[in-house]
């Protein structure tokens, strides 16, 4: 008989025979096989998990699995809370495993284990904790079963070290030995990890959510406190009916809503049986539970609200980690990133689930227009971003990457990077915008007819990457995509116009000059023409935690002068924690709270980075699109992770602001992005144009061409002016009088990798050149001609060229452009002081930038700084250097103290100056972290020169130092400006620096 069985099991393809068991069937004795699948042999991918992902055969932290000294080869690592679905093989069998919490996180961990089949609880361990000895539970099953559900939840403290083992966890199944290997392997590949259904998926979240709570401090800045957990919430069950009633009960008062005497009679009788059901009772609450999210859902898809039926979104995979495979807030973009599998689709009869469809919009249509991919089909084999449909609904733009050719990761080809196209909202009429070897985002449609878009045309990389990645910012062209004009000559990166109700252009900047890396990407408005940009909010971040690393995906919510977005962070892509922003309200510009513009609509999600781990934890929703202040549309996944890449698996949920959540439409293989509602909505106003660059259609110019429309020469500066320089949010030091206001230039980084080279101490910090001076009338007034699209910053001088105050942001002029400002740093939220009389500087021609002296256009401390040590210092510092009383100040080379491997050399008077001199720096440094925690804004009087120790012992006299006031300016001008040493990023102009030679920078 043995011989037998063991020639039946000959086949590669099976299992090995596990052996025989006996089972009396009606008549008597009658020989079964049994077959075995281990759950850690199944696809695990489909599973959730409380925190990171379910392994086999580890733990959740990836060691060997071991519970209670005991190690196991066989079984998988779980976290509460979780699920695992198996399906049944239809026949009569046994699951069976030894459970545990494994012994990597020791004596911590709190967690239940519990088996369902179809639905009804067969068996639960209890709470079991670190170091206890292994529950063992074999649970038989029978043909007629369809589902086991491994579940393992939570206890009261939370989730935190809920590792949890499903040790030797196995199906066997019984089968007739007669059956042959093609019925056996059939029974087989029926057991499979199914998905969990969203239901479950939702009480999963809910649970962990209830268990971990929300903090004090995210429970006070959200929007509506029914989004976040009472204390009468004892389950989920608790929490979906108190804020299904607070949705229900905002809809019946809404103008035009539908009767819901129905749902308010089933409401009703849920709300009693709910409270009449015991928690214990966790079969009939989680079969409550199911009843309240279908009423939920039907009465959210009868919102008065909603008044289209189709919604616009592309398929689109989470990129990996780590941040070279896009895992990054500006790497996430690159086409070389884009993987195949996505596209451009329609959602339609989105709100009526027996019509939802899905269709392909691109399917069967090609490029239609004379452009280099003219006749090719966009299909799964690109990679789509960033779609926008135009005001009338009829057309939209997106973003596409060919990911069919071999990948070049960082080397961009026009073959790998995304460009522009337009489309019908039918799929008729698939044109090409934009092409070459760089990639262009994110478009916007302008009231005028022109399209706003990102793209790294203007050159320049990033300044704290350990790769190539070039700057982005905004650009604007002609709906044909011809006549592409930079409209920011910003030198860090800028994302995601949109044009808000007035008709400008919000968007996000990453305002990086003399700051932390992580410290300002928040909103920014311009007008369409380019001019006058601006922060809208969280440019002052003084504590970083104040407020969201990064604000992004903004939308004028209708209706409303509020806008909808995401807080995401820094080393993340752009999902996060959904946040309504209120423009009108100030922030900690003037001394208020950080938060007071942001209100939380997820409370539940941490801000990314600064609340939870990046690279790690949970991002769970993105890209929002509000219907009004209270409703939206945006792609959720409740078991997202930072670090999980394309098993991520977003869908698209309508949710609102109490805390509700409505599935519409997920596809399990790959996550979905961006939904817009698919209606016309107004046009907003179109502002005048007044630049000569980047003009609507049809527009001309005063003294153009009458065949070209266009003029000979552009003007290459524009004119500024200040109406009043005392008129500040901070006070300047009482008897201040400033005298000049000083221009500096901020260069572009011309190198990929972050401090190569390295300017000065700081780390990663910019290369600028000082443009010069400009006078300050005794009246505060200034007006002057600066170039145009170049980054700079001002400072306002006192009668000895010292910076009274200095900004940290960049502005610039475009062609024809008139800017004027009211102040130094004059509150946004306020308007100044009526003049009594019309400004001085105001009533003559615009004055002329007066250059400053040598070594400071650009940047060179061999030019500006070491002659005046070499007249004043050196010798002196030599004789003493030797008697071991103080430092060298001579043109030695040395290594920087920063330099941190890197080749750098600098003078070592440079090197020994550090301790003296006042600094923005990006560093850590003597064990304390001045990175991200520096202060993001200055005070007057409180930086540069005035907070030197440098210029306090000249001043006071130091051996009798005496400096003329020309040499005081220019140590003055060094301090100001963070003391840098070299003024130009470019590797062959280092040497020539080092020699005090003069290098022109090869981008500004």
Not at 392 to 402: C, H, N, P, S
Not at 486 to 508: F, R
Not at 801 to 824: F, H, I, N
Not at 967 to 989: H, K, P
Request: net charge neutral; hydrophobic share 35%.
């Amino acid at each position: 008989m043995k011989n037998m069985y063991l020639s039946y099991f000959k086949s590669p393809k099976s299992i090995a025979k596990i052996g025989l068991v006996f089972a009396f069937l009606f008549f008597g004795l009658e020989l079964v096989m049994a077959e075995e699948v281990y759950i850690d042999q199944l696809d695990l991918s489909k599973t959730t998990c409380g925190w990171r992902d379910t392994l086999a055969r580890k733990s959740v932290g990836g060691n060997q699995l071991s519970i209670a000294g005991v190690k196991f080869e066989r079984g998988v690592g779980h976290h509460a809370p979780g699920e695992i679905i198996v399906a049944l093989p239809q026949t009569d069998g046994f699951f069976s495993a030894k459970v545990g919490i494994d012994d990597e996180v020791g004596k911590k961990g709190h967690a239940k284990f519990i088996v369902y089949i179809d639905g009804k609880m067969v068996w639960q361990s209890g709470f079991m904790v670190g170091s206890q000895k292994a529950e063992f539970c074999k649970i038989p099953f029978k043909k007629t079963d369809r589902q086991l559900c491994l579940t393992v939840d939570t206890g009261e403290e939370g989730y935190d070290n809920d590792h949890t083992d499903w040790a030797d966890a196995k199906i066997e199944f019984q089968i007739d030995p007669n059956s042959d290997q093609k019925i056996i392997e059939t029974t087989k590949k029926r057991i499979i990890i199914g998905e969990v259904d969203e239901n479950s998926r939702e009480y999963l979240y809910l649970s962990r959510e209830l268990k971990t709570g929300i903090s004090a401090k995210r429970a006070s800045q959200a929007l509506r406190s029914e989004s976040t957990f009472l204390a009468s919430d004892r389950d989920p069950v608790d929490v979906v009916l108190r804020r299904t009633g607070a949705m229900f009960n905002h809809l019946k008062k809404l103008p035009n809503t539908p009767s819901f005497e129905t749902e308010q009679q089933e409401f009703d009788k849920l709300q009693k049986e709910i409270n009449e059901t015991a928690v214990s009772d966790i079969n009939l609450r989680k079969e409550l539970f199911k009843r309240v999210t279908g009423l939920r859902d039907r009465i959210a898809l009868r919102n008065p609200l909603i008044d289209f039926k189709n919604i616009l979104f592309i398929k689109r995979h989470y990129t990996p980690e780590p941040e070279k495979q896009g895992n990054h807030m500006v790497d996430q973009f690159f086409g070389f990133h884009a993987t195949s599998g996505g596209g451009l689709f329609i959602l339609e009869d989105a709100f009526v689930p027996e019509k939802r469809k899905v269709k392909n919009l691109l399917e069967g249509s090609a490029v239609a227009n004379d452009k280099r991919l003219k006749g090719v089909r966009l299909d799964a084999s690109w990679g789509y971003l960033a779609p926008e449909l135009s005001f009338d609904g009829t057309k939209l733009l997106f973003a596409a990457a060919d990911t069919s050719e071999k990948r070049h990761s960082y080397s961009w080809t026009e073959g790998n990077c995304y460009h522009l196209f337009e489309v019908n909202i039918d799929g008729t009429k698939l044109t090409q915008l934009t092409d070459g070897a760089w990639n262009d985002i994110d478009p916007c449609y302008l009231p005028n007819g022109r399209i706003v878009f990102i793209s790294e045309r203007r050159g320049g990389y990033g300044r704290c990457h350990g790769r190539a990645c070039p700057s982005y910012t905004l650009h604007s062209m002609l709906s044909d995509g011809s006549d592409i004009t930079v409209l920011s000559p910003h030198e860090t990166n800028e994302w995601a116009p949109m044009v808000d109700h007035n008709g400008m252009i919000i968007y996000t900047r990453w305002d990086y000059v003399d700051r932390g890396f992580n410290q300002a990407h928040h909103p920014w408005i311009t007008y369409p023409d380019g001019r006058d940009p601006r922060a809208i909010q969280g440019n002052y971040s003084e504590v970083e935690e104040s407020r969201p690393h990064f604000e992004d995906s903004f939308r004028p919510i209708p209706n409303s002068h509020k806008l909808l977005g995401i807080a995401h962070g820094h080393h993340t892509q752009y999902f996060g924690s959904v946040i309504i922003l209120d423009p009108n309200i100030p922030d900690d510009e003037e001394g208020g709270d950080a938060m007071a513009p942001i209100r939380r609509i997820t409370p539940e999600q941490p801000f990314p980075e600064i609340e939870n781990h990046a690279h790690r934890d949970a991002s769970n929703y993105g890209q929002p699109f509000p219907i009004n202040e209270d409703f939206y549309l945006v792609v959720y996944d409740p078991f997202s992770s930072m670090k999980k890449g394309h098993a991520n698996n977003f869908g698209i949920y309508l949710i609102d602001s109490f805390g509700n959540k409505t599935l519409l439409y997920r596809d399990l293989d790959i996550s979905c992005q961006s939904p817009i509602a698919v209606k016309s909505r107004p046009v907003p106003p179109i502002i005048p144009h007044q630049t000569l660059v980047g003009l609507p259609a049809g527009a001309t110019l005063p003294n153009a061409d009458s065949n070209s429309g266009k003029i000979e020469r552009l003007p290459d500066s524009a004119v500024v002016g200040v109406i009043n320089m005392y008129e500040t949010n901070r006070p300047f030091p009482q008897g201040t009088q400033i005298k000049e206001l000083r221009v500096v230039q901020i260069l572009p980084k011309t190198t990929a990798y972050n401090n190569l080279p390295r300017i000065g101490y700081g780390d990663e910090t910019g290369a600028r050149k000082v443009l010069g001076t400009v006078p300050v009338d005794v009246d505060g007034s200034c007006r002057f001609d600066l170039p145009v699209n170049v980054p700079v910053y001002f400072q306002a001088l006192n009668a000895e060229g010292v910076a009274v105050q200095t900004m940290r942001s960049a502005t610039y002029v475009k062609p024809g452009e008139m800017l004027t400002c009211l102040g130094c740093h004059e509150g946004r939220q306020r308007g100044t002081a009526k003049p009594t009389v019309f400004p001085t500087a105001f009533r003559r021609e615009p004055s002329q930038i007066k250059p400053e002296m040598e070594g400071s256009n650009p940047f060179s401390f061999p030019k500006l700084v070491q002659p005046i040590l070499d007249k004043h210092c050196v010798s002196c510092h030599e004789k003493e250097k030797d008697a071991g009383k103080t430092f060298a100040l001579g043109r030695k080379l040395a290594r920087g103290p920063k330099a941190e491997g890197r080749k750098e050399k600098f003078y070592e008077s440079y090197v020994n100056l550090e301790p003296y001199v006042y600094l923005i720096r990006n560093v850590k440094t003597r064990g304390k972290s001045l990175n991200s925690w520096s202060p993001s804004r200055t005070f007057p009087g409180q930086f540069g020169t005035n907070k030197s120790t440098l210029w306090k012992l000249l001043k006071d006299g130091h051996y009798e130092v005496s400096l003329s006031s020309a040499e005081y300016r220019a140590l003055a001008l060094w301090m100001d400006n963070n003391a840098d040493f070299y003024g130009a990023f470019e590797l062959d102009s280092i040497t020539p620096q080092l020699n005090g030679k003069q290098f022109k920078p090869t981008l500004e």
